[in-house]
Nanobody, 121 residues
């Protein structure tokens, strides 16, 4: 069973930066993918970045060039560096994990509890 725990959310002004962290424990690293998702009230949870077991990374257009996903395997910690934040980035952010072909699905099976990011104009 994979367990994930996010931290690092907070409030920032537009143009600022935040780095989210997610400690990953349990499960196997084989064929595992990790991703960052976000959700605003009344909307579906959307995946914004993911990293596959071979290190390949993918981003949604809305965050491409501003956000960077990375994994420090020595610390079992997933990061999301968010730069040039915009008010529309305000959301609850979640890290998540899954395996094999489910890595290409829009939602994953294993979730953290979420961390709030608020960007003011």
């Amino acid at each position: 069973q994979v367990q994930l725990a996010e931290s690092g959310g907070g409030s920032v002004q537009a143009g600022g930066s935040l780095r989210l962290s997610c400690v990953v424990s349990g499960g196997t690293e084989n064929s595992r993918c990790l991703g960052w998702f976000r959700q605003t009230p009344g909307n579906q949870r959307e995946r914004i970045a993911r990293i596959l077991s071979d290190g390949r990374t993918y981003y949604e257009d809305s965050v491409e060039g501003r956000f960077t996903i990375s994994l420090d395997a020595t610390k079992n910690t997933l990061y999301l560096q968010m730069n040039n934040l915009l008010p529309e980035d305000t959301a609850m952010y979640y890290c998540a994990a899954d395996y094999a072909m489910r890595c290409y699905m829009p939602l994953y099976n294993y979730w953290g509890q979420g961390t709030q990011v608020t960007v003011s104009s």
